[in-house]
DNA sequence: TTGTATGCGTTATCAT
DNA sequence: ATGATAACGCATACAA
């Protein structure tokens, strides 16, 4: 019992396999009279026909896929945003093809080639860096990009991202309506437009505060972890720098202040406050739960399927790049400072 | 410029398609003469030749490609499971298609169906259900599956999962040795194997330490949720029943107990000791840390992979089952009972 | 060892 | 409005 195809609708129905497969086909259907077209689908109905992808995509060099590429699943932060971009796609008719670079370029490089050979439509990228030379070569070829919460140098590509500089704005005033002055940043790696843009924004959120931008209160961290955040942590308490509160990067660097607050002996929040970045799950259950700034992360992957599916039928449309709004979540790691 | 194919390969190397066809594929190298050969893998070279997989699959029937079938990616549980399963099936070859069923059963069977359509040479399956009719229709259909962290009643499938019993014998072994004899279990739901197993191995461990097993000590939780273990756990304390320790589940039900403990005002560890199942990320930073059972996750997926390549190799293998060994995390949700 | 011929299942271009 | 034919790119049975 082998499956059904195209031939054996078109044998039942008493027509020709093209009859069929124009009967069939919603976009030609109108080609075909009408009663033709219902015997055929009554057919294919019968014999529970179901299309083959494979030999459909071979045909018109089309998938109905498009490729999500992130750089690693394990990351609370894609999962959702996964779930957002898949949502949207299969309203669409679309499939997603998940795939995990690992930070990896030459990973990432193998893997994109493997999705442009199974013809996706499309690619859902969030693991851009500022300087992305594959992302370049992609987009010259003309391959049809959204990015996620990132952006690359020079390059002018539909992207969807959290706000953000009205995310660090918030927690920086949240932090100066506690009565906090000196306040650090522990920056995410410069080498990210994410980190890059969060440690200006937080400049410009303590001069429009009228507060000093001091660089020695900002310590860039090799990576989004939590072992370098712990790691810049104890670098600045090391220089002796005086400050009461703590603007991290993103949660996990965040997290890793606490450890290093455990090592120390230092109380959160009574002796440093500290604000993290996307509320990462479970936060509430930490010790003390994270203060922090939360990403419609499920929103920002639907925004993004939305805007690639755009750009998939509307080719020529000017690129267009949404911000999606914070909030902050007010927890236990921040307080009034001691004195 | 479009993309080579087989036939500008050919070309390139004065030599017939199927000839290159042969000389370009290991398996049939063998068949073609040395020098031609090289004279092939050259021009594929000099071209960037990569052979079109949609081609080959409709050819072949196969698609270098299994299909991941996970209930949920958003459950920290499974993108390492995930990341075990594409490194192995990566080093031989093989791509993973991963799809999220939502936990709902239609959307379950479409994705299968798309999946199966895609010609995928095999299924892991991490979604199963104990009452689970797909997967036995899919299986009198001979595709190949791996079960990860269930198993279905009345099917023999090769699956992979964690030791339950002994996970659940080293939580129980710890608590009676910090003197707990009154142990009350916040069962996972009993549609589940895992969820009943869990139960069982825990009124085993019960009777092994000499303790009686309660009835009145098991709450079974209807999914494996905070609010649910929340809920759980409020149903129990309500009945008056008396004890100083829960074996939770998993650990998303210790951590509703958490929420309790804030509810009512209850001091963990000092009243009531908890321990989880599973160690979910980010365990030693709540509050308090949870003790946990520790899972390879990793090595699960990878195992899973492995299991499914064989099963492909070898259609006619007895299936196996591999049970991974866990170990326990002690941290400060779990002390001496009070009196 | 290599070439020839054919077909996987579908759709696009003709012709009728 | 429908049918005939070819082609997408590849692999394989068969012939030479």
Redesign the pocket.
Known sequence: M?TP???DVAQLAG?????A??A??PQ?RP???A???RKVLRAAESLGYQ??PI??S???ARSSTVGVVIPDLTNPLFPPIVRGIEDVLTTAGYNAWIVNTDNDAGREEALVESLRSRQVEGLIVATARREHPLLVRLHDQGVRMVLVNRKVDGLELPSVAADDDAGVALSVAHLVALGHSRIAHLAGPQGTSTGVNRARAFRHAMIDHGLPDDPALTVECGYWSESEGALALRKLLDTGAEFTAVVAGNDLIALGCYDVFAERGIECPLQISVVGFNEMPFLDKMRPPLTTVAIPHYEIGGEAARLLLDTIEEPERHPRSVLMAPSLVVRASTARPAR
Chains 1, 2 share one sequence.
């Open positions: 082998t195809t195209l031939r027509v020709h396999p093209a009859t497969s124009r069939l086909n030609t080609l075909v009279n009663e033709t077209a299309p083959n030999a459909r071979l045909k018109t």
